[in-house]
């Protein structure tokens, strides 16, 4: 993040970092203290709720200390599964700001990315933006089709265009309004979206707002490639073409190879078209496109793997399983005892929409 401009004022605006690690490593803590420093010159409150374990939440005290960051546990009354919503809902209620940033901590806001998020919450109760990671080792091209291809289309009816990002912003008072979100879900980003949209909230998906995120080891990686499929059972239109993809790419392969070929053509193309969309060829590497067709591959095995784990009572997740992916919309609406929607409109349907010249 570069040095704020000069004579900006600082956003009135909290920014939330839910936090976790079994251990505190010195580096990757080191990192973070000096971006927290960073933000503290461009908003007026920042909060980190931390549920890591004693030993790594007294390391991260110590080296958040010099930073204007409050460090602190999730409240006690939140024992959800999904140890993240307990600490978005924690810095919640103690912040003071109405306009909250959500990040998780491998987001690296600029200031310019981070100013327009904000500003995007005077017209919305929730924003969207998009994540790409930075630096695009081998790995974090590979997921960069998955993010393309839903700059495209997602199979969701509420959300049709636009990643699902580790950054959200939203007005507090619409988050505490609607009794927070479910935390004992997988898809917990998507649930907070539709817990908003549900209860009557503006949702934006700026597809040219762009967020920058820190790659994970190659490890853990590898480690999410299932659990990432399990996301898709919240989305039962997504989740059935990824089943049907392995069949028929196998079926293909023996009776018509160039008709797989051809295929295989199309979802670089429907890569290249996400990656070209708002602006999104300055920040997507081409390599993005061209792996699609690999992404692809790796989703149809890796939904037949998470069918599996569904039938085990869940996909694997510290320790337990995590049977359900997000709640339907449908669900979230009648709980509220409403069919209303007063959505005005997603911006991700409007991908002209460009950065304002001016912050």
Known sequence: MSAPAAGAARLDAAYVLPLRRDRAAAAETAELAAYLRRLGAIVAELVVVDGSPPAAFAAHRAALAGTPARHLAPHADLRFRMGKVNGVLTGARECSRERVVIADDDVRYDEASLRRAVRLLDA???????????????????DTARSLLNRVFTGDAAFPVGDFPGTLAVRRSALLAAGGYDGDVMFENLELMRTVRAAGGVVLTPLGLYVARRP???????????????????IPARMATWLALGPLALTLARRAPRALATGALAAIGAAEAGRRRAGGAAVFPVSGSLLAPAWLAERAVCSWLAVGARLRGGVRYRGGRLRRAATPMRRLRAARGTEADRLVGAVAERPDLRPPAAA
Do not use: G
């Not at 994970?216 to 919240?234: E, K, L, T, W």
């Open 124 to 142: 919305a109760d929730l924003v969207r933006p998009q994540n790409h990671f930075q630096p695009p080792v081998w790995h974090a091209r590979w």
């Open 216 to 234: 994970p080891s190659a490890a853990h990686f590898a480690s999410q490639r299932v659990r990432q499929a399990y996301d898709d059972f919240a």
